[in-house]
Nanobody, 128 residues
């Protein structure tokens, strides 16, 4: 099991950048594919980005491709989401998640149903 705490959210103007962090505790972080999801008011939670346990493979939703970058530092038990060129439609609560099931080194997990552990979320608001 992995405990997750997100930080780095805030209120920014369109075009600005933010970097979200997700600090993990627990023995399985370095063996866990990680992901970022978001949920806007009145909408379902949606996939944003995922990274394999070693960091060698990443995957992005089309809506953020080219603007967001997911990365991880296993020595610091932290996964990041660098968000550039933010748009008002990026406004949401952002959650990080850990897939604690055994996985291959290049496995990325895309479905929220496959993630066992979730953080409490951090609010990102982008004004126009």
């Amino acid at each position: 099991q992995v405990q997750l705490v997100e930080s780095g959210g805030g209120l920014v103007q369109a075009g600005a950048s933010l970097r979200l962090s997700c600090a993990a505790s627990g023995r399985t972080f370095s063996s866990s594919p990680m992901g970022w999801f978001r949920q806007a008011p009145g909408k379902e939670r949606e996939f944003v980005a995922a990274i394999s346990r070693g960091g060698g493979r990443t995957y992005y939703a089309d809506s953020v491709k080219g603007r967001f970058t997911i990365s991880r530092d296993n020595a610091k038990n932290t996964v990041y989401l660098q968000m550039n060129s933010l748009k008002p439609e990026d406004t949401a609560i952002y959650y990080c998640a850990a897939d604690s099931d055994p996985s291959g080194i290049f496995t990325v997990t895309l479905s929220s149903d496959q993630y066992e552990d979730w953080g409490q979320g951090t609010q990102v608001t982008v004004s126009s």
